[in-house]
């Protein structure tokens, strides 16, 4: 079936450190693809999103490549900031109704 | 405007008591998702309505879970006699149309002792 798998947390970084986190999927389509983030007490929210292969999607300065061939959308971010300790989401919607999504990796950034 | 808003916020029940859980979706989305998220299986999909019928609950995991929307606005969760593996947050979220951007809720957060 449909799947989302992304590194396990918790990352630990410096501010102003890059970002990377992995998420690889497994689709029987052409998925869309998704980055949500939970940021410390608050609901869940879309961070980007891409729709078709080698669409970039960008926001707050992350991005994610949707890459067919080997089946990846990471995120990353050249400089990060306290405020963007959260957990972020991985995941993917095949027939654009249900979101399937991988495990949460929880970032902490210190100062 | 409003964003999706559900109630109760916290609910803590005893092991075989019913609880109704609510979703009141932005107005104006004609798709409202239910998802849980528990510590053991992260988030995972339960039912999705559009309109006011259900085409998929495939994710529902057992016959104590329904769950029902009215009007085409707010929806109910009901789980009938609670275990305690049932401890979880329930989210919400809403969309304008199936396939477009999902919109969440802050959850319910249900602790069965």
């Known amino acids: 079936g449909d799947s989302v798998t992304q590194m396990e947390g918790p990352v630990t970084l410096s501010e102003e450190a890059f970002l990377t986190i992995n998420c690889t999927y497994t689709a029987t389509g052409y998925p869309s693809l998704f980055w949500y983030v939970q940021y410390p007490g608050e609901g869940l929210q879309l961070l980007l999103k891409a729709t078709k292969a080698d669409d970039k999607g960008s926001n707050k300065g992350f991005e994610a490549t949707y890459r067919k061939e080997t089946t990846s959308f990471h995120l990353e971010k050249g400089s990060v900031q306290v405020s963007d300790s959260a957990v972020y989401f991985c995941?993917?919607?095949?027939?654009?109704?249900?979101?399937?999504f991988g495990k949460g990796t929880r970032l902490h950034i210190l100062p | 405007g409003a964003g999706v808003s559900q109630s109760p916020s916290n609910k803590v029940t005893e092991k075989g008591k019913d609880v109704e859980l609510r979703c009141d979706p932005i107005s104006g989305h004609t798709a409202l998702y239910w998802y849980r998220q528990s510590l053991g299986q992260g988030l995972e999909f339960l039912i999705y309505f559009q309109g006011n019928s259900a085409p998929d609950k495939s994710g529902l995991p057992s016959d104590r879970f329904s769950a029902e929307r009215t009007g085409g606005s707010v929806s109910t969760l009901t789980i009938q006699r609670t275990q305690q593996e049932d401890s979880a947050v329930y989210l919400c979220?809403?969309?304008?149309?199936?396939?477009?951007?999902?919109?969440f809720g802050p959850g319910t957060r249900l602790t069965v002792l």
């Open positions: 995941a993917l919607s095949v027939r654009d109704d249900k979101i399937i």
């Open positions: 979220a809403s969309s304008l149309q199936v396939a477009d951007t999902q919109y």
